[in-house]
């Protein structure tokens, strides 16, 4: 078949599966996405997202121009300046960048993914739970919904995250390792009052506080370039800590209330330098809420079919360095620009697809492990990975 005759599922709504239904339809190529979201609204997975020079280039090669343009208007003012402390808010490093025009640079987590969905009205179909899918004597693929309701498609693409349902029926063997880590997202309404909270230097880009013993903290400004309705500019804050360092077990912590957790990150800063311990004591205590962080191991190659996945469904990674959402916009622009070149069967270009997705993706893993490990003080990625898959063995899971 060739690839510009193919119908593609999308499985997952988040930022990966709906820039490549973008690109897919931009392409001329049939395209419909199933999140199991009931809304748009109700995903709470971070506040600020950090785009860099791939996510920029994914999003102008996958969305429509007037998509784009409302991405970059309604995105954060550019920062220019990413520096680390110690949590008595020494400068260890800082560095600083040139302005970037009209790129993005940074952008809130629920208006990109409402920006994203302009246009897609009749692609994307909201409260579908996916369950699992079946391949047809055609050589065709059904997904299935819980609903009982299903989609047929002669590629199913898992765009459906960390805890991807489609991963776990095409490569059951595939591993992604809880890293002993979680971080308590939150944010502070910048306001007349509140805005002098915030150093002149810290309001500049994003900035990393660590004690370098367990605990860290990301603070970075969202200062809207053209403000959406009913939103506000905030400083995310975020507190990073190993679950040993924050002594409270998971049964505990994911049954906390915004307020409870927001009890819990100033705590933890008790003892760091008063602006740090201000900014948190500051922070909207209803905006708090906690995130496991993984990250998946690598996997070897696998025959390419019908059915293939994207960002977080096969490579999950920490926040750290920001590149988990940009990784997932190249998987989109790559994978849209081998189906789009109409060529070729449409398992040679997923093929073509998985040969540059794979190594690219778990390369940045790899370094992601890695970069958040420094932060907190802990171990080096193999011996954290090694260590986090011994606690599941031992689990029995």
């Known amino acids: 078949m060739n690839t510009h005759e193919a119908r593609v599922i999308v499985i997952g709504a988040g930022v990966g599966g709906l820039a490549l239904a973008h690109g897919l339809r931009r392409a001329g190529i049939e395209v419909a996405a199933f999140d199991r979201d009931p809304s748009s609204d109700l995903r709470m997975q971070g506040y600020r997202i950090h ?114 349902a489609v991963r776990r029926q095409f490569l059951p063997h595939t591993e992604v390792i809880d890293l002993g880590i979680r971080c308590l997202y939150g944010r502070m309404t910048l306001t007349d009052e509140t805005r002098d909270l915030v150093p002149a230097d810290i309001g500049r880009g994003f900035s990393l506080v660590t004690d370098g013993s367990g605990y860290g903290a990301g603070l970075a400004p969202v200062h809207f370039r053209e403000r959406p309705a009913g939103a506000h500019d905030y400083l995310m804050t975020v507190l990073v800590a190993t679950t040993d360092r924050l002594g409270v077990p998971d049964e505990t912590l994911f049954g906390m209330s915004g307020p409870e957790l927001h009890g819990l990150a100033t705590g933890a800063v008790r003892g760091w330098h008063p602006t740090v311990r201000e900014i948190f004591a500051h922070a909207d205590p209803g905006s708090f809420f906690p995130i496991t ?105």
């Open 51 to 164: 785009i860099d020079r791939d996510g920029n280039a994914a999003l102008a090669a996958c969305l429509p121009p007037e998509v784009l343009d409302l991405l970059q208007r309604t995105s954060g003012r550019s920062g220019d300046r990413v520096a680390g402390y110690d949590h008595r808010l020494r400068e260890l490093f800082a560095q600083t960048f040139p302005p970037s025009g009209d790129e993005i640079t940074n952008v809130d987590r629920l208006t990109l993914r409402r920006g994203l969905l302009t246009g897609l009205d009749d692609v994307v179909h909201f409260d579908r739970t996916f369950t699992h899918y079946e391949e047809l004597p055609s050589g065709r693929v059904r997904a299935v919904f819980a609903d009982g309701s299903d989609a047929v498609g002669d590629l199913i693409v898992g765009a459906d995250g960390v805890r991807s």
């Open 293 to 397: 962080i993984r990250a998946a191991r690598r996997v070897e190659p696998w025959e390419p079919g019908n059915v293939t996945l994207l960002g977080d469904a096969i490579h999950a990674m920490p926040p750290a360095g920001g590149v988990g959402a940009n990784t997932a916009l190249r998987d989109a622009a790559l994978l849209t620009r081998e189906i789009a070149r109409g060529d070729r069967p449409l398992r040679a270009a997923v093929a073509a697809y998985e040969r540059q997705m794979l190594p690219h993706g778990f390369d940045t893993v790899d370094s992601s492990v890695h970069q958040l490990g420094r932060m907190l003080g802990t171990a080096t990625l193999e011996e954290s990975l090694r260590l986090a898959t011994a606690r599941h063995t031992d689990a029995g899971t």
